[in-house]
């Protein structure tokens, strides 16, 4: 069951593309560049967006890769996933990190990322000391201790 809430865009510039869904189910929308850029090999850019986002308190959104940029241009969301905060309200730049041999280029109005709007949990912090740590089954099993196969 999809759950709606209100989130106001802001265009910071003419070429901004307010983001829509494309299909019914899905969770992202096309962040788009409101520049020309170009990313050389193993190098990363901030890329403007032209938008400002207004999101209520209790939610985020979330900057992540495209697939298609990832797999056939090695092209990536390099923080992915970017994290745009309720109360942030300044313009929506996106961090994207060439791994490809040659340079990617962007153009105005192109697809560079998603959008996906999450709901965010505040931690009610509390501590104790490292022996009063309720155990569990997985202990302090980490890195591969359910197996590499």
């Known amino acids: 069951m999809e759950t709606e ?3 106001n865009f802001v265009k910071y510039s003419p070429d901004a593309v307010i983001p829509t869904y494309a299909h019914l189910g899905d969770s992202g929308m096309d962040l788009r560049s409101v520049e020309e850029v170009r990313i050389p090999p193993g190098q990363r850019a901030l890329v403007k967006t032209g938008l400002g986002i207004e ?3 209790g939610t985020e959104a979330q900057v ?3 697939s298609g940029m990832a797999i056939n241009f090695g092209v990536m969301v390099l923080n992915s996933p970017g994290t745009v905060d ?3 309200r300044g ?3 996106v961090i994207l990190y060439n ?3 040659e340079p990617y280029y962007i153009s105005v109005k192109d ?3 998603q959008l996906v709007i999450c709901p965010v949990l505040k931690a009610q912090i509390s501590y104790t000391l490292a022996p009063m740590m309720e155990d569990t089954s997985r202990g302090k099993g980490a890195y591969g201790s359910t197996g590499m196969k």
């Open 86 to 88: 309720s109360s942030y």
């Open 64 to 66: 992540r890769s495209k």
């Open 99 to 101: 791994t490809h041999t």
């Open 111 to 113: 697809k560079i990322a």
């Open 55 to 57: 999101l209520p308190v």
């Open 5 to 7: 809430v209100p989130v």
């Open 91 to 93: 313009e929506i730049g």
